[in-house]
């Protein structure tokens, strides 16, 4: 029997311990999480990553050589489900984006001296990365059209262009940038990866950007904290060849592998909020009370309570099934069910924690409970990492990839299906008339 809902007993021991761990240690963090300055957190956070580590848990979505567990999407998914709890979690686990994905990118496309350089220390937590793709005046969502020129002058290339929603690229050590490199050349095979470091002459943190999860950055800038967007302007920004990963050309085949897996981790990440956002919801319908009866008990609460349970576990289920046809598979293959996914996971989140919202009332409007904060963050899931259209368009692409072309009568017509029934049954239709 191939299909198989339950969970390896050894890894679910390991599960067991990190959800311990997740809410004795980091849920406390959580709360007082925006009030400390960088090296405040550091210090809280330095024991709680020594003791991943010691686990074997630290960056458990890289292959061992890398210093990860190799443990596969579908362990990685259940991991993710409980980190995604709290959004200080993956940070603490060696998970936390863009640093992540920038790390898959340099592991398959440094040379040897370009990972000692950035992503050994990356990995170690030593240093803090960005990711540099969208653009203030072209629609990102199409990374063909991005215009930041690279152009090659000796040993060196001169960068010049406009980029924004860098994140954390001003408490960054580098900047990863996706840069056009090779203008003529077919849209796929136009741009490169390059690494600006801190400090280049030529880059300009203009500003960092106010977003609805913090419409004043200052707050985030005065205590050095990670968190930010970036608006960034280079201009004759000149870094060295050396910083190229991988060839001219190869940017978007680079920023392919930044996806994929990550967007399992971040659609069960979400599935993590999720279940916290219900759990409240739960709470609440069944502790407060209205017209003699429990919220629970009201037939629109109910609603908003069983419409939830059935999108979750929806979105889990189809998540799952994205990580078990990668791990069977391989990411080609997954790539309709990791578009669904990053979308569907996306407007569960948000559905769930704003009929969590509701049914609090004014408490859930107020900052008295997480929920609002949960509501800001999760709006931007619908457009970071692809927006929810984008990800529709790949679906329907690779679904209509299976449909046939039918020339006439579709092939359900009912007029053309009746007469081929009675033709096909003829002769047994004749005997029946005949025995009567
Ligand atoms: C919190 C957050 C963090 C981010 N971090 C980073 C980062 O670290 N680095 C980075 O480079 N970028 C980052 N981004 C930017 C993000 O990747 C882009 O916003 C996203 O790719 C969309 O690009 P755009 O904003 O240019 O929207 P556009 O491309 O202008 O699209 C606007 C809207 O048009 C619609 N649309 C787009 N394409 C299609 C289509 N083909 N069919 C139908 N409708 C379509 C969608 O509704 C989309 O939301 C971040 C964004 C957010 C919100």
Request: net charge neutral; hydrophobic share 40%.
């Amino acid at each position: 029997m191939a299909w198989d809902f339950s969970t390896d007993p050894e890894f679910q021991k390991k599960l067991d311990w990190v959800r311990d761990f997740v809410e004795r240690e980091i849920r406390p963090l959580e709360f007082i999480y925006d009030d400390l300055t960088q090296e405040q957190l550091e210090r809280i956070e330095a024991p709680l990553k020594a003791e991943v580590k010691r686990q074997g848990l630290w960056a458990a979505h890289l292959d061992p050589e890398l210093g990860g567990q190799g443990m596969g999407q579908l362990k990685l998914a259940l991991l993710h489900e409980v980190l995604g709890r709290y959004g200080v979690a993956p940070e603490i686990f060696g998970n936390q984006a863009p640093d992540s994905g920038n790390a898959e990118l340099l592991a398959v496309g440094a040379t040897a001296e370009q990972k000692e350089r950035w992503l050994w220390p990356l990995l170690d937590g030593r240093l803090r990365s960005s990711f540099a793709l969208t653009e203030p005046f072209v629609a990102s969502s199409d990374p063909t059209a991005i215009r930041t020129m690279a152009v090659r002058d000796g040993d060196k290339w001169v960068i010049n262009g406009h980029k924004w929603f860098a994140s954390n690229a001003d408490v960054a050590d580098s900047v990863l940038a996706m840069v056009v490199t090779d203008p003529e050349a077919p849209p796929h095979a136009r741009a490169a990866m390059i690494v600006i470091e801190r400090g280049t002459p030529g880059m300009e943190i203009v500003r960092n950007v106010g977003t609805m999860a913090h419409p004043d950055p200052s707050d985030l800038e005065r205590k050095g904290r990670a968190g930010t967007h970036a608006e960034i302007r280079f201009r004759d920004c000149r870094v060295p060849a050396a910083n190229l990963i991988g060839k001219p050309g190869e940017g978007f085949l680079l920023a392919q592998r930044r996806l994929g897996g990550g967007r399992i981790h971040h659609a069960m990440r979400m599935i993590g909020q999720c279940h916290r956002a219900f759990e409240m919801m739960c709470e609440r319908a069944v502790s407060r009370e209205t017209r003699g009866k429990a919220l629970g008990q009201h037939q629109m609460m109910q609603d908003l309570v069983a419409e939830s349970a059935v999108d979750i576990e929806t979105a889990r289920l189809l998540t799952l099934k994205a990580a078990w046809t990668m791990d069977h598979a391989g990411g080609k293959i997954a790539r309709k069910d990791i578009a669904m996914i990053k979308y569907y996971a996306a407007k569960v989140l948000f559905n769930v924690i704003d009929r969590a919202i509701q049914l609090h009332g004014a408490m859930g409007y107020s900052t008295d409970l997480q929920l609002e904060w949960m509501y800001r963050l999760a709006r931007a899931m619908r457009i970071a990492d692809g927006a929810d259209e984008v990800h529709k368009v790949t679906i329907s692409k690779e679904v209509l990839k299976g449909a046939k072309v039918k020339q006439g009568w579709p092939t359900e017509h009912v007029p053309t299906n009746r007469a081929a029934g009675f033709e096909k049954f003829a002769e047994l239709l004749e005997q029946r008339v005949g025995n009567l």
